[in-house]
């Protein structure tokens, strides 16, 4: 089973462009989590989707980032336009809803590390 | 709020020695608890949970943490290290399964031989 995969593995743009990280969550995992490390910093919560909808939002940043999530499936994460606070390491996860407690971790992609200059 | 507390930045031990890596949290009700782990070019793995009963864990390679309420921590152990073990830890917090997670900055261990 494919586990949870993010596109691209680096990125790096000039200050001022657009970027979207593309996340693939594992197959019927309907909780879909962003999260981002900046560098030196903790991992920080940015947003989490249960199927298509936005579940909790709290933890974006600002409104140059637009997180989508086409039918429940994969997601989107638009940063635009970047600053150089951007640069940091994007993680995704995902997870099952409902079910036996035990069945319900979140799994994590290798992370996009954003590189805005 | 949650809030997670790694005090160690940076930990170096020997081959073969113990390990442990110190993780406090602060939390209202009884927490749910995570230790994952980050090799160079990975993403993170889950090391082992916390939710309920046996206060003292397994986990995968290894590791083992034990949860203390009476001093809001969860330190993760290991009895003798290996190379392969050199990665950066994140203990972290959640309000419940499936939910979102509240990280620690990460303790980066190296082994030396």
């Known amino acids: 089973e494919a586990g949870v995969t993010q596109f691209p593995s680096h990125s790096v743009i000039e200050k001022g462009q657009t970027v979207t990280l593309r996340c693939d969550p594992i197959?019927?995992?309907?909780?879909l989590y962003w999260y981002r490390r900046v560098m030196g910093k903790e991992i920080k919560f940015l947003l989490h989707f249960v199927k298509e909808s936005k579940q909790d939002e709290s933890g974006m940043p600002n409104n140059r980032f637009l997180a989508e999530r086409t039918g429940g499936t994969y997601s989107t994460l638009k940063v635009q336009p970047a600053e150089l606070e951007d640069s940091g390491v994007y993680f995704c996860?995902?997870?099952?809803?409902?079910?036996?407690?035990?069945?319900?971790?979140?799994?994590f992609g290798q992370g996009t590390r954003l590189t805005v200059v | 709020a949650q809030s997670v507390t790694q005090p160690d930045i940076h930990i170096t031990v020997s081959e073969g020695a113990s390990l442990e890596l110190r993780c406090n949290y602060s939390y209202g009700a009884t927490p749910y608890l995570f230790w994952y782990v980050q090799s160079p070019g990975q993403g993170l793995q889950l090391l082992l949970k916390?939710?309920?009963?046996?206060?003292l864990v397994q986990g995968i390679k290894g590791f083992e943490a034990e949860f203390k309420r009476s001093q809001s921590s969860f330190n993760l152990r290991k009895p003798s290290v290996h190379w392969s073990d050199a990665a950066e830890y994140f203990c972290?917090?959640?309000?419940?399964?499936?939910?979102?997670?509240?990280f620690g900055g990460g303790t980066r261990l190296m082994v030396k031989p």
């Open positions: 197959s019927g995992h309907d909780n």
């Open positions: 972290a917090v959640g309000a419940q399964a499936g939910n979102m997670l509240t």
């Open positions: 996860a995902s997870s099952q809803v409902g079910g036996r407690i035990m069945n319900t971790e979140a799994f």
């Open positions: 916390y939710f309920s009963g046996d206060t």
